[in-house]
């Protein structure tokens, strides 16, 4: 969606972060995207200095949080949530209006957390729709190979920025970017078009070789700096390259974050025996997160629980690899924690509706049982606090917990693809599309509000990720 002409007193992005008080982040987030990204057309009125925000008689809210509301999603009718100072206030009924207060009218609209998305890889924006006939092995060596190779910082940040704005607009206010992109010019312009949309990011970086220096420059310099950055150190276990596996754990350990690791996303990595490696190295425990994690025996499900380590379930590039489906029941009998991944470019959207009902879907056509884990409550829960569980950020994120971080979604429901109304927390999961995405709050900030992105060009990303592509194909 295009927003309309600017006037010439409208307010800017550095407007709306002074407005919320976020004008210490301002200059960082600004100078990101100030080299490739015209100022463009806010889509919304100035939010007042005193950085409260009122959404006011939403329908229905989805807090998470059964001591918040009813039930296991916390439900709240006629809900009011309060936004002060980037944090969940209050959540409520008939909340007073603290003075300069900007209210947003939610009457009829359903309110949640935003979605946590738990694995992806954002460059991958570049190779939308390729190698569409081939499974993992033969897609890195048709696609994700030949075009990481030709990356300039130029591509970096159109496709990373491109792909960031997606997810954003589809409700995604957390996610975690594997990234194995090895230059520190590519890292660089990753983490800032990352930076310059808003959302909230962990930067998971895969070192080629045992880099110690290399991965603390990247975190101290580039993104400690990013108020909504987090870091990880990635790796593929594999008995081949243990000692590589070894020198990112303990850099992991070093600088007090998780490692995030694929793990038997075929069945012919069998013979890499991840999970033993993991094992051997000291690294399965509650910093560790798994990725895909399908071909695993009962013994190594229950390895992983006995550890508390956390899993990314990525439902829909596993169909779209011929990888496999997940054994979900079992770890949820095990009391895994287990969020939801995207998986870039080989699930080529950033529609989070489709990822929880292909996340139902296969379950129910394994076992042919509509019954078995995870239902629509489940896979909610998976979408958001789940997901924040699994990446170690639940006491932040993932709930609209007063005290926590105001991370929100606002969806319309009067929309053709939602209407009538039947019951509303099975159609967010069976009707819902990221056009129902009304708004969409990180921090307490708006980046997207009456259905379009605040302050961003889309014409413009679009045009500028098409260039990027078109030259990465000729370089070839």
Known sequence: MQPGPTPSSAPTRRDLLTGLGLAAAAPLLLGATA????????AHPLVPAAGTILLRGASLALTMDPAVGDGPLGAVANADVLMRNG????????????????????????????????????????????CTDRDLFAWFAGCTGPQRNRLTPAAVHSFVR?????????????????????????????VR???????RFTYAMFPPKP?????????????????????????????????LNRAHWEAAQDLGVMLNSHVLERPEQRADDPIGVLTDIGAL????????????????????????????????????????IMRLSAFRQRGVKIGLGLDGGTNDTSDFYALMKAAIGLQRARSTDAGVFPQVHDVLRMATLGGAEAIGVADRVGSLTPGKRADVVVLDPAALNFAP???????????GRPENVHSVFVDGRPLKIDGRLV???????VREAETAATRLRTAG
């Open 35 to 42: 080299r490739t990204t015209p100022r463009s057309r806010p």
């Open 87 to 130: 944090t969940i206030a209050a959540v409520g009924t008939g909340l007073q209006v603290p003075p300069g207060t900007w209210v947003m009218e939610a009457s009829g609209k359903l309110v949640m957390p935003g979605f946590v998305d738990t694995h992806t890889h954002l460059w991958q924006a570049s190779i939308r729709g390729g």
């Open 162 to 190: 491109l792909a960031a704005l997606d997810a954003v607009q589809s409700g995604v206010t957390t996610l975690v970017d594997w990234v194995d992109i090895f230059s520190y010019d590519l890292i660089e312009s990753y």
């Open 193 to 199: 078009a990352l930076a310059g949309t808003g959302v």
């Open 211 to 243: 880099d110690a220096a290399l991965v603390t420059k990247v975190k101290k310099e580039l993104v400690d700096p990013v108020p909504l950055a987090s870091f990880q150190v990635a790796t593929h276990a594999a008995r081949a390259v243990q000692h």
């Open 285 to 324: 425990g509650p910093q560790l997160l798994i990725n895909h994690a399908i071909h695993l025996t009962d013994d190594e499900i229950a390895a992983v629980a006995d550890h508390d380590a956390r899993a990314a379930h990525c439902p829909l590039s596993n169909m779209r690899l011929a990888s496999g």
């Open 421 to 431: 109304r039947f019951d509303w927390i099975g159609q967010i999961v069976f009707n």
């Open 455 to 461: 302050d961003v060009d889309t014409t413009c990303v």
